[in-house]
């Protein structure tokens, strides 16, 4: 190869990687805006109102055979309550940042001494008992989630398998604030993170509505 060959050679090698490199960028840059054209879009039918983002409750789920079958997937009201109306609560849920901090790992409901405590799902009576001074009753679901109930005193001992709707204590013994007021429902994973009784009540699903 004479070196004039040899030169001709390298510039077409040089040419092929440019041609290369600038397809590469030329796909990239397409690509690129793609997305950007599809998030604008999103966000201008998004203020336009062409779609909405809706919450939808969803207390069932229907089977797969035509809606004639459906599985409860919700939690009950520890308390029996006036129709399909919630109980009034004294406290809101207020889940801390991190596990250490203060918070409100529940709900406080409205309820009297005396007060019957229905199982909100199936369940076994896992502990009754004092904790820190405090009278608490547990109850652990086949689902991985174990609900509290304080002040409380079991109906029936450790062990005993309740169903769904069925007694299983009552409002009574010692809180740090909710004597002879409210009871503290809460309701915690396997992991030890705790979830909002609410959203064990009232399941939703986020869905996207077009108008």
């Known amino acids: 190869m004479t070196p004039w060959q040899y030169e ?10 440019r041609q290369y490199l600038e397809r590469r960028l030329s796909d990239r840059r397409r690509g690129l805006s793609r997305r950007i054209c599809l998030s604008l879009l999103l966000t201008i039918m998004l203020l336009t109102g062409m779609v909405v983002w809706t919450t939808i409750e ?9 809606g004639g079958e459906s599985c409860p997937t919700a939690f009950r009201w520890p308390v029996r309550t006036s129709g399909h109306a919630d109980p009034p609560l004294d406290k ?15 709900i406080d409901i409205l309820a009297p001494s005396g007060t019957t405590l229905i199982a909100p799902d199936t369940a076994t009576i896992a502990f009754a008992g004092q904790v820190g001074g405090k009278s608490v009753v547990s109850l652990r679901h086949g689902n991985g989630l174990t609900t509290t109930y304080e002040p409380a005193e079991a109906g029936a001992p450790v062990g005993t398998a309740v169903n769904r709707g069925m007694p299983f204590a009552q409002t009574a013994g010692r809180s740090d604030h909710c004597d002879g007021t409210c009871v503290h429902w809460g309701v915690k994973r396997a992991n030890g993170t705790y979830v909002d009784p609410m959203h064990m009540v009232h399941r939703q699903r986020i869905a996207l509505k077009p108008m």
């Open 8 to 17: 001709r050679h390298q510039y077409r090698q040089r040419l092929r990687l």
């Open 58 to 66: 969803s207390p069932t789920v229907s089977a797969a055979t035509g």
């Open 92 to 106: 809101s849920f207020d889940n801390p940042a991190k596990p250490w901090l203060p918070g409100h790992r529940g």
